[in-house]
């Protein structure tokens, strides 16, 4: 009975945890992870939680909003690296993740304003339709199916449009960069 007890916290917990990394998220595949991250934390913390389960449910809520804002954020001062980011949203994930600098130094400062002149020479090379689809994506934070609406067309239809601008776009940056 104990047992069953704990598995529906843990559930209730995850839930908890989704929800609230959702709301701020916007993409489902993220605030899974946020919700693992959250329930792996509450793990190793286990031995030092009460019995409170209102108290760790506050935790589990709190834990995730930072995460959420955390991943916010470190794509926000990071906007190339997004594509990459979302690599996973079409193609299997590699686990291949850019290694980036905890300091944010003023070299810092120019390598990402020269990254984001060749992202925008880039971008407008791409045809018109995948241009769109990565703007609404990345800069309006967009679904899929809300993309798929306003163009009027299907959420994999725009999947697959997204996978082939970001491939083409990938192999434009690698040629300005070389």
Known sequence: MERLKYISLV???????VRRALALLDDK????????EVLIRLWERHENLRENTD??????DTMARNLALDLLRH????PILRF???QGDDDEDTGNTPDIPDSFTPQHYVED?????????AMSQLPYNWRKIVEMRE???MSFAEIAQVLGTTDSSCRGMMSKARQRLLQLINKMTK
Do not use: N, P, T, W
């Open 113 to 121: 304003k020269e990254a984001g002149s060749i992202v925008q020479k």
């Open 84 to 86: 990459f980011y979302r």
């Open 139 to 141: 800069q309006e934070d």
């Open 75 to 78: 794509r926000r001062r990071h």
């Open 55 to 60: 108290e760790v449910k506050r935790l589990a």
């Open 11 to 17: 559930a209730e917990l995850r839930q908890i945890a």
């Open 29 to 36: 595949e993220d605030a899974e992870d946020v919700a693992g």
